[in-house]
């Protein structure tokens, strides 16, 4: 299949001295640049992984670049997230707003749009219809399997891409071509309680780690937008770089998976979501689906970066100030201080894992 379709058109004079390097490389050349010129990407949050991606894709010359991010820019995002400044991080700027702003200082000629919410059931098909390529910066696999619903239910190609500690994966999907997301993570009936997953918050992250899977991950977007879809990795790319160890794994097809297989999008329609409910006076619940939490190992991981930590046999609390957030076994959570549903899903992603 051939997923860049595009009016090849002639790179005029000054964008071919800026682009000169690229248009160079043989595996890009002239056409691939003028492909790029009028390509377009979505991706989702711009953290570690997303300032890395958009940046090099601006600098690249694609045409059109949406950034979705629901989160503000804090201090110790600096280590990592390469398009933030001192400056952002003590203006609390919304890392959509920040990142369209040093981008388009990066490349004028880039169409760059930042939307500052959190994607969810309700939104996903507006925000990410209309873009050739759908790229991977987010921090959990509630968001990861909802973007895989809608890239295999409307057939746009995807890249995964994950990253923590010194570890990361990436992984280009093209639906109806290769494995999908849920190929890779869903058990014949399971769709969600993928276990305590380590977070960035929880056990850190080397910010190289960070850097190579998301250029990676850029690299694929790349091959796709220059007309070159036969230059992709089909395989799972893993990569550790405190050890030196990489490797690539080939990912079977499963004829029996619940999204491309059935194509039963059951993030997309809203059924495999977390109930999010208001519980109290500023409070948030979210109930979590066939989800069993080891509070014991999630109290270990929190006690390395937060010091206010309690728990008994039947529920963990713990202070990320101004909020309280108590956690029970079966994935329940109540976070107090604040009544907005994104700000609770965006702190149990970060501490909790989804």
Not at 22 to 42: M, N, P, T, W
Not at 113 to 138: F, Q
Not at 169 to 189: D, R
Request: hydrophobic content about 40%.
């Amino acid at each position: 299949m051939d997923w860049v379709l595009l009016e090849r058109k002639t790179v005029d004079p000054k964008q071919f001295e800026k682009y000169s390097r690229q248009i160079l490389f043989a595996g890009i050349g002239e056409e691939g640049q003028e492909r790029l010129l009028q390509s377009s990407a979505v991706l989702v949050g711009c953290g570690a992984l997303g300032t890395v991606a958009a940046n090099l894709l601006v600098r690249a010359g694609i045409g059109r670049l949406r950034i979705i991010d629901r989160d503000f820019v804090e201090s110790s995002n600096l280590q990592r997230q390469t398009l933030f400044e001192e400056l952002d991080a003590s203006q609390s700027l919304p890392k959509a707003v920040a990142a369209e702003r040093r981008l388009r200082a990066i490349n004028s000629e880039t169409q760059i749009e930042g939307v500052v919410s959190d994607l969810n059931p309700k939104n996903a098909l507006e925000l990410l219809s209309g873009y050739t390529v759908i790229l991977d910066g987010t921090d959990n696999f509630e968001t990861r399997l909802l973007m895989n619903d809608v890239a295999v239910s409307r057939r746009v190609a995807w890249v995964y891409a994950s990253a923590v500690a010194s570890y990361g994966v990436t992984l280009t999907i093209l639906p109806g071509e290769t494995a999908c997301l849920a190929c890779l993570l869903e058990s014949e009936g399971e769709t969600d309680g993928y276990g305590l997953e380590e977070t960035c918050d929880t056990v850190g992250i080397v910010n190289s780690a960070a850097s190579v899977v998301a250029s990676m991950e850029a690299t694929e977007a790349i091959k796709l937008l220059a007309g070159r879809p036969e230059a992709l990795n089909h395989r799972l790319i893993s990569c550790d770089v405190w050890s030196g160890r990489f490797q690539a794994i080939r990912v079977a097809r499963n004829p029996q998976c619940r999204a491309c297989g059935r194509r039963e999008f059951s993030y997309l329609e809203g059924e495999a979501q977390p109930h999010v409910t208001m519980c109290g006076r500023d409070s948030v619940q979210i109930h979590e689906r066939s989800r069993r939490l080891d509070l014991a190992g999630l109290g270990q991981m929190l006690e390395r970066t937060l010091t206010d930590v309690r728990r008994n046999e039947f529920l963990l609390r713990f202070r990320v100030p101004p909020y309280d957030v108590t956690v029970f076994p079966d994935g329940r959570a109540v976070i107090k201080g604040t009544r907005d549903p994104a700000v609770a899903r965006s702190l149990y992603a970060r501490y909790i894992g989804a």
